[in-house]
């Protein structure tokens, strides 16, 4: 029987409590925004197909912040109850009134830096030391927002690095 040694991964709560300070402190402002942009969401038409595999909707939904989510029961992927349209991207990530996109913009490149250095480089480096022959690993970072990770890659000799994001 092979033994096989468990890697533990963690970072310090308190240099993402340093970071994310006004993410705690702020968070009554930002759930009364994001409940304004779960009524648009739910404006929009009603999903009919999985997003993933296009399988037909079947079985029941759960709900969270007033959204409905669906399991996919072909592919197993979560999936919103109504479309995100291209109007819907195009008031949230677009118009100014709600420009949400704004949250993955970072003018500072002290702050990036601190935030990389403090919340995704020991991510990168778990996975540079999960992977011996890490240099030929392909990462794929969905949803990357500023870059963050994929910069932390980068600096860990990772290679063949995307990121897409809205």
Avoid: W
């Avoid at 595999?53 to 409905?68: M, P, T, V, W, Y």
């Avoid at 709600?98 to 996975?127: C, G, M, V, W």
């Avoid at 030391?129 to 794929?140: P, T």
Wanted: aromatic residues 14%; proline residues 1%.
């Amino acid at each position: 029987m092979l033994k096989k040694k468990i890697i533990k991964y963690g970072k310090s709560f308190k240099d993402v409590d340093e970071i994310k300070k006004d993410f705690f402190l702020e968070n009554k402002n930002l759930l009364f925004k994001q409940d304004k942009l779960n009524k648009l969401y739910t404006s929009q038409p009603k999903r009919i197909n999985c997003k993933a595999c296009n399988a037909k909707i079947k079985g029941s939904f759960f709900l969270n912040h007033g959204i409905k989510y669906f399991e996919c029961k072909n592919c197993t992927h979560i999936n919103g109850y109504h479309q995100d349209t291209e109007d819907f991207a195009n008031k949230i990530y677009v118009n100014e009134k709600t420009n949400y996109a704004k949250s993955y913009h970072e003018t500072n490149i002290k702050k990036f830096l601190k935030r990389q250095n403090k919340i995704y480089d020991p991510k990168a480096i778990f996975l540079q030391n999960s992977f011996k022959n890490h240099k030929k690993i392909k990462v794929l970072d969905i949803g990357a927002g500023s870059g963050y990770f994929l910069s932390s890659l980068l600096d860990c000799k990772f290679r063949d690095v995307k990121g897409v994001e809205v």
